[in-house]
């Protein structure tokens, strides 16, 4: 595995993973994706073996700002990207363009991410807006919704994304 992708749990995560992977044109093979949320980044185990990482719909935590903090510095030079949408982020992080794309009046982060797929970034803001998804996003909603803790689950759910791209 060469390069990484981390996500939020939820289904505009989930879509952000694929549209990253997408954007970056990472080949799957080579790609893991690990799920998780801002209060979690402390238990992320990050492989050796990573050697780009991109950051997905993962908010700055400001419970515990040093955790986020901490997180960005381990990730260290691997970081080649983080996409977030959320508020809250500090001034300098966020201030950060090379390397952070925070927007956070953006609907969704799957939204920001140039796929190249309109309908996929229609469907991760729709995700978080709570509208009418496509079919195809629909049947992936429920999946998720099945066993929320389930990442095999969410993982199925990004190769179907792939898939439905090609």
Not at 138 to 158: F, T
């Amino acid at each position: 595995m060469k390069y990484l992708i981390i996500a939020d749990q939820g289904l505009d995560g989930v879509i952000s993973a694929a549209s990253a992977i997408i954007y970056y044109d990472f080949p799957l093979g080579e790609t893991e994706i690990l799920f998780t949320q801002p209060f979690a980044l402390d238990r992320v185990e990050i492989p050796e073996e990573a050697e780009r990482i991109v950051v997905v719909d993962v908010g700055f935590n400001n419970e515990n700002p040093e955790m986020t903090r901490a997180f960005i510095k381990r990730l260290g030079s691997k970081l080649l990207g983080w996409f977030d949408h959320h508020s809250g982020w500090p001034e300098d992080i966020a201030g950060n363009p090379a390397l952070f794309v925070i927007i956070p009046q953006a609907k969704s982060c799957g939204g920001m991410i140039p796929s190249g797929d309109p309908e996929l970034r229609a469907n991760a803001n729709i995700a978080d807006t709570h509208g009418e998804l496509s079919p195809w996003a629909q049947i992936i909603e429920e999946d998720l919704k099945v066993n929320p803790l389930d990442n095999e689950a969410r993982l199925a759910a990004v190769h179907k994304i792939l898939k439905r791209t090609k």
